[in-house]
């Protein structure tokens, strides 16, 4: 019975180790993207990425969509905005959004396109951010109009 609770205890402490290294892995890869030092974090984000960290998907997800770093390539960054969306990250989710819409990395689907764009407007924390953003950059061009009013948010 001590042997199973030591191990239990065990567990539990490679659990916490493991998520603390991969918020400070995501921390110093985004403090390296901030700087646009891009070839720098790619290892950071990757390394906390592969630890399951949402935010760290999204980013290098950005990373491989913009070709920060990496060479661009429209199906891993759709890959890692999918995986940090299934975690509820918002910014991930209108990103993913965009893929589904513009067919980048995946095949076009405007249903799925607005069901992801509509969630990551809806959360609590991000939301409301990423609408006004959207909303600004509708006189700036095309396609924040085009995501607005395929979420019936155009007016």
Request: charged share 35%; with cysteine; net charge positive.
């Amino acid at each position: 019975m001590k042997r199973l609770i030591y191990l239990c205890i065990l567990l539990i402490c490679s659990i916490s180790i493991s998520a603390q290294s991969a918020d400070k892995l995501y921390d110093e890869g985004k403090k390296l993207y901030d700087q646009e030092q891009y070839k720098e974090a790619v290892p950071k984000l990757q390394a906390a990425a592969d630890k399951g960290h949402k935010k760290a998907q999204y980013r290098l997800g950005r990373c491989y969509d913009k070709g920060y770093g990496v060479k661009e390539n429209d199906q891993k960054a759709f890959e890692l905005y999918q995986k940090s969306a299934k975690q509820d990250y918002a910014k991930a989710m209108f990103q993913l959004g965009k893929c589904y819409m513009k067919g980048k990395g995946v095949t076009a689907n405007q249903e799925e396109a607005r069901k992801w764009i509509k969630r990551a407007i809806s959360d609590e924390k991000h939301g409301d951010e990423i609408l006004k953003d959207l909303r600004k950059a509708k006189a700036d061009g095309e396609e924040a109009t085009r995501i607005l009013t395929l979420i019936g948010k155009n007016k």
